[in-house]
């Protein structure tokens, strides 16, 4: 479609949030490469079931993905259900006529009959019409629980990936990765500062380094840690 249809309720959309730009390393490959050739045209998975605790990035990739049919200039719904107080299940409605809908913190969907019902078609539309289906969840996808059982099979059906906390190690060598990646420089000091004095928690970690780079272009200096001193004590 050439006019890219954006729809999202009660959710800011972060354009810097990319899958190139998540921290890659064995714990997160499986899900980065399955998430990828998710946003492929010719993708053989449809529907995608993201679960993990919170922190570990679910968000960030949600983003990531919306981001990348925006720019293939495809049509995309963002939904969340973690925050937001939505009113009816009609916000399901037509919704099978884009190329993605992503549904976050499915976890939290409202347990009542018309809402299932409503969720049910809505798969099975996106079945007939190609529409992709990307949900995050806090829970496994058994644990939801779903009185319709055939909303249930559904649902256990979706390919389902577990986004796990990585490694301490893996967290030192993915932020100088991450922050070389970006064209800057930092010591091994400041790595070790950064994990030491600072969430360790991925999401967190990410939101860092995107924040360090646009404190150190602003104040024109390179990642020192008075840098980073100076910029937390700002926020």
Known sequence: MNNPKQLFLDVKIDKKKTLDSFISCDSTKVVLRALKEFCEEDSINQFLFLWGKPGVGKNYLLHS????????????????????????EKILDNL??????ILEGIEEYPLE??????????????RATGTKILCSSKKVAKSIDFSLPDLVSRVLSFSAFELTDIKDEEKREALKNTILRKGLNADENVISYILNHTSRGLTDLLTLISDLDSFSLEKKRRITIPLIKEMLSVN
Do not use: P
């Open 65 to 88: 993905v919306h981001q990348e049919f925006l720019l293939k200039e495809r049509t995309a719904a963002y939904i969340s259900f973690k925050k937001t107080n939505i009113s009816s």
């Open 96 to 101: 099978s006529t884009l190329d993605l809908i």
């Open 113 to 126: 009959d018309t809402w299932e019902v409503a969720f049910f078609n809505l798969i099975n539309q996106s």
